[in-house]
């Protein structure tokens, strides 16, 4: 499994409808809550997407001149390692593939943030962090990092999409010091949309005029979905709390029959030992992520996303059940 | 004016809404008409759009593998010219910007399709072709360019965005037969929604497969969207007879003032000779794409895209005030 959230082709495997799979692959928010939307879709959108960087700046602290938006974090991503010029990459891994399919043409070089954390990174790369981390959600304090990047002339990317859930301090702070600095920020976690295709890329003006941008990259209804996602302050705040009690919970049932890590995200990362486990939990409707897709990992290593208590029940009888 | 249809600027300009803005600059359907949306935003959609490549299928007579989605077919053009390899683009000029931006690293070179259609473009060079072509309208039979490209062992981006609005033959058949032919196709112009970012390439599927893709590239509210006006035959038959009437309506005007070219989509060229025509017009709350921006034209050239009645009448009434 490359990616997560495939509930489709997994489904079809078992005999089940996508409805009756539970996606523990799959991080993002469980809260579930619509809009009431009038959009019209006609006429193209004001094309500098004005309204909605404002709401960004506010939200984000950040000035609307550094903001460049995407179709979803993985256009971002693409968009900015095509248009980087440098040829070498350097990737604290473990983290997601698209990473390294966005620098098929570089030369990718692998730190493994577990072991070897303050290794220096080749001069003049390219450097790419997440923060809180995936597969794990460890949160690392980069100011240590930020230091050795410096030195060694490297351009840094930090992805911080995960960074809101237990509201982990941002190094977006860092874009007006640090020479050449992109943060970059999914809104379909953290917001619990991820079929609105809306990503951004923080970074000083000059460096986000460089990124190829069509006109018109966002759908009319996902800014309007977003705009008031964003002014939902209950949204923001009921996510925080229910959170904390679904993360404290899951851990719970995790703990009985796994090694679990410490985590500052949305989800755990798991040692497992039992056999077939992903086949036998996908009979029972539970979709889990192995993480052999990985680097410095195998499939003996399983990511739970945190769910609400429905499906942490239906984890917890599938579990009991199996194993 | 590199683009039509920014009337949020423009407006402003003069002191006026968005809303009270007639946009003859943006040659998108001029047909109303929404749907009710059930919509769950929270999931990741079904990553291949396999309801949506099969529903296209059908409509465009072509197979799905031969079909890949963008967000938008502004993104669809960047991603092609991006992956291509070669060095060397021909456009078949004038044609609207967004070729000439997508190749900015490649040497591009010009043939002026009014003076000099049959000339020979350079061996193995990227050849661009837009038909109906754009700002004029006119539709191209291609069996003798696609000849002297073969001949030149060209690679062929033919764009059709503006083909259906008076059913003109499709060159997709092509796909098969000629080496390497890539079709552009925008569902926002005759589907009439520009907010609704979804654009296609189709092409053989060994050519798909070279092209960057990010995960999820579309909205799931745009995917619900177009699936609805695919299906809905009645919008497409209402298009085309509501078309042809309006356009008459249109060229009977517009012939009252300005010599106006043949056209076969959606709007015409016309030649104009009257002074500040484009600030006069927007301060009657009118919108007109001057063509300064395309090759081998000047602001002396003015498109106008077909509208309803009301807009139509509106322009008839500031024509006669101001000239």
Known sequence: MKHGANIYKYAKKVGLKAEEIVDFSSNINFLQKQ??????????????????????????????????????????????????????????????????KASKDKK???????????????????????????PDGKYYDLKKLFKIWKKQNCIVILDESFLEFEEKQSYRSYISSYPELYIIQSFSKFYGCAGVRIGAIFAKKKHLAKLPQPMWALSSFDVEFLLKRLRDSAFRKETIQKHEKQKKQLKKILERYFEVYESDANFFLVKNSYKK??????????????CGSFDFLDDGYIRFAVKDEKSHKKLKKALRKIV
């Open 35 to 100: 809009y009431d939307l009038h959009v019209n879709t006609k006429p193209y959108y004001e094309p500098t997407y004005k309204k909605l960087k404002n709401t960004l700046s506010k939200v984000y602290s950040i000035p609307q001149k550094q903001i460049a938006l995407f179709n979803g974090a993985s256009s971002a991503i693409m968009a900015l390692l095509y248009s980087l010029k440098e040829k070498e990459v350097t990737l604290y891994a473990p983290l997601f593939g698209e990473y390294e």
């Open 277 to 290: 486990l992903f086949q036998k939990l996908l009979k029972q409707g539970i979709l889990i992520r192995p």
């Open 108 to 134: 990718i070089t692998l730190i493994n943030r577990y072991t070897n954390l303050y290794a220096l990174p080749k001069k003049g790369s390219i450097v790419v962090f997440v923060n809180p981390a995936t």
